[in-house]
């Protein structure tokens, strides 16, 4: 009896072995939405646009992950190295600029992107704070960067 169980032992034990190796190589698959990213913000890092992943900022009115932590957000924006532009933050409200901080020329700008929710600039930095899930096929980076260079010479 004892001699037995101690053949069936190995046996599971290589069984479970195999189980998790499978596992870990099926937990490692890339989800068709993160590929999509992935190839949207090389897509954007190529064309000029600086893409990242940063903490919903309060005035932007991003709803919060949680009650104490903000929820994390795509923020692309172009570098203008010779510009010395003024502080303007404004969120888009019905598909125009609504400042809440800085140079209210901008307010009532019109804006025809999809999930943009809020823009800001200063210094030499202008950039959009945006649902990237609005345009997963990437199809509106070149205007966005157009977008974004035009505010910079308003």
Same mark, same amino acid.
């Given at each position: 009896m004892i001699g037995f169980g101690m053949e069936h032992l190995g046996l599971w034990v290589a069984i479970i072995i195999v189980i998790f190796v499978l596992g870990s190589i099926f937990g490692l698959r890339v989800s068709p939405r993160e590929k999509a990213l992935g190839l949207m913000r090389d897509k954007a890092r190529k064309m000029g646009l600086h893409p990242r992943l940063v *903490? &919903? *900022?309060e005035?932007?009115?991003i709803p919060? &992950?949680?009650e104490n932590r903000a929820s994390m957000v &795509? $923020? $692309?924006s172009v570098l203008i190295p010779d510009a010395r532009l003024a502080l303007m933050r404004a969120c +888009? +409200?019905?598909n125009k600029l609504h400042v809440v901080a800085g140079d209210t020329k901008f307010n009532d700008y019109p804006i025809a992107l999809k999930g943009i929710y809020a823009i800001d600039m200063q210094a030499n930095c202008v950039g959009m704070y945006w649902d990237e899930e609005a345009d997963l096929k990437a199809t509106q980076l070149e205007e966005m960067k157009s977008y974004l260079h035009s505010l910079a010479t308003v």
């Open positions: *903490p &919903a *900022p005035w932007t009115k919060m &992950a949680s &795509a $923020y $692309y +888009v +409200v019905e």
